[in-house]
């Protein structure tokens, strides 16, 4: 099938992937926002959100959807360094058309699983995980502000976090219009407006995932 034998299939297959990530982020990222106004609404959503059947449905098809964003991240990277041969080792000035971040997307797409990783150390082990084994922390297993003012109290998760927030920023800038582009938004007239808007769109997510960040760190050391 050449969805998932041609090059092309395999990039589509990972541009719907990552949009739909992106999607995930967006409620996430507004979920977050919540805790700024409201501790009780925001431990109302992550009690929703607990060991529920259809947030457990959903946490294992985020969890196919990332594996294999990942998975074909990798194998389309492995490709290209296969079709350049030897041509990969000669010394040559890097195109000044090409992004710096369209150059650097697996580095970046590295930096921001590993961030994925101590994220879901941070909450997902000691919510929705302790719900479902009845292990752990079971007092504070839906209390969602207890773990985000537990984590960004801690300066050194703070920097962690904003190294990953900036990496996850350029990740989804370049990701967000190549994704349209390889799925067939790539019109003339569009190409640039997509840019555009894909820079403005992951910039004001990321900004919203920030502003809780610094936030609840501020909070934790001034008040």
Request: proline letters at 1%; aromatic letters at 18%.
């Given at each position: 099938m050449w969805?998932?034998?041609s090059s092309i299939g395999r990039k589509v297959i990972?541009?719907?992937?990552?949009?739909c990530l992106i999607l995930f982020l967006t409620f996430h990222m507004s979920m977050n926002v919540v805790a700024l106004?409201?501790?009780?609404?925001?431990?109302?959503?992550?009690?929703?959100?607990?060991?529920?059947?259809?947030?457990?449905?959903?946490?294992?098809?985020?969890?196919?959807?990332?594996?294999?964003?990942?998975?074909?991240?990798?194998?389309?990277t492995m490709q290209n360094k296969a079709a350049r041969g030897s041509e990969r080792?000669?010394?040559?000035?890097?195109?000044?058309?090409?992004?710096?971040?369209?150059?650097?997307?697996?580095v970046l797409g590295l930096i921001v699983i590993i961030?994925?990783?101590?994220?879901?150390?941070?909450?997902?082990?000691?919510?929705?995980?302790v719900d479902l084994t009845g292990t752990g922390d079971l007092a504070h297993s839906t209390d969602g502000?207890?773990?985000?003012?537990?984590?960004?109290?801690?300066?050194?998760?703070?920097?962690?976090?904003?190294?990953?927030i900036a990496a996850l920023w350029c990740h989804l800038t370049h990701g967000f219009w190549s994704a349209l582009q390889t799925i067939g938004m790539n019109g003339k007239v569009w190409f640039t407006r997509w840019k555009?808007?894909?820079?403005?769109?992951?910039?004001?997510?990321?900004?919203?995932?920030a502003i809780v960040v610094l936030w609840f760190f501020i909070e934790s050391h001034c008040c």
């Open positions: 969805l998932f034998n990972m541009s719907v992937t990552g949009l106004f409201s501790e009780e609404g925001y431990n109302m959503i992550c009690e929703l959100l607990g060991a529920n059947w259809y947030a457990v449905v959903a946490t294992l098809g985020l969890a196919a959807l990332a594996v294999i964003h990942i998975i074909y991240a990798f194998i389309l080792y000669a010394v040559t000035e890097k195109p000044s058309k090409v992004e710096w971040a369209s150059q650097n997307m697996l961030g994925l990783v101590l994220h879901l150390v941070n909450f997902w082990a000691k919510m929705m995980f502000v207890y773990w985000i003012r537990q984590t960004f109290s801690n300066g050194a998760y703070v920097v962690v976090y904003l190294i990953w555009i808007i894909g820079i403005a769109y992951v910039s004001l997510l990321c900004a919203g995932f």
